[in-house]
């Protein structure tokens, strides 16, 4: 079945520390695309980042970057010297396509809480 | 300004009411969603429609029914029949391309009192 586990519910950091957010996933699709969404406390999701099951180069964007491993189903996400405004709840999500009449839709994980402390 | 725009922000219902949420897209995207979060909890999908008048349950359609008559608009009703209905309501619409990408509209919240 496909599945998101984020273990970590919720992390405290304080501010310019460097905190990584984990994401591991289960699928039975050879093909399939995993996300980060941040949920800040407005409410709306926030696309972040998509990745491509056939690409695991680690992507960086300015503070962030994210590390995907096949091996061991696992796309983590990391924030280099957080700051206040990083402060949210952030989504890992998995991509599943279903052949028979080619829906798509995500399937996601729990959410991690990052509290990011002056 | 292009993007997915829902209504009410706020809502309060009475125990046996019925109530419709709004979502409305600019994005001319064929497919559209709705999804349920509650406190400290993931996203849990309600129903989605991949065409005009085409539309699936999701893993928690019970006490809910959408419509989609127009590829704009997917509203969502939340019936009496919904036992907790008390959360909030996001509702997206995919982009496809290189890659597909799900984009979230600012979200409903739905107190029933």
């Known amino acids: 079945a496909q599945k998101v586990t984020q273990a970590q519910t919720e992390i405290s950091v304080v501010e310019k520390e460097d905190v990584t957010l984990d994401c591991v996933y289960e699928t039975r699709d050879t093909t399939y695309y995993l996300f980060w969404y941040k949920q800040p406390p407005s409410g709306e999701l926030v696309f972040l980042i998509r990745?491509?099951?056939?690409?695991?180069q680690n992507e960086i964007s300015g503070r962030y970057s994210w590390n995907f491993q096949k091996s061991t189903s696992s796309f983590n996400f990391t924030i280099t010297a957080s700051q206040v405004v990083d402060s949210a709840v952030y989504f890992c999500?998995?991509?599943?396509?279903?052949?028979?009449?080619?829906?798509?839709?995500?399937?996601f994980g729990s959410g991690t809480r990052l509290l990011v402390r002056p | 300004d292009g993007g997915i725009t829902q209504s009410p922000k706020y809502l309060f219902r009475k125990e046996g009411q019925n109530v419709t949420l709004s979502c409305e897209q600019n994005?001319?995207?064929?497919?559209m969603y709705w999804y349920r979060q509650d406190p400290g909890q993931g996203l849990r999908l309600i129903y989605y429609?991949?065409?005009?008048?085409?539309?699936q349950k999701g893993d928690i359609a019970e006490g809910y029914s959408v419509s989609r008559e127009k590829k704009e608009s997917f509203p969502l009703t939340v019936t009496s029949a919904q036992k907790n209905p008390t959360a909030f309501y996001l509702c997206a619409s995919l982009k496809t391309g290189r890659g597909n990408t799900i984009y979230f509209g600012e979200g409903s919240w739905l107190t029933v009192v």
């Open positions: 990745r491509n099951s056939f690409d695991e």
């Open positions: 994005l001319n995207h064929d497919a």
């Open positions: 999500a998995l991509s599943e396509l279903r052949r028979m009449d080619s829906s798509y839709k995500l399937i």
């Open positions: 429609s991949q065409i005009v008048n085409d539309f």
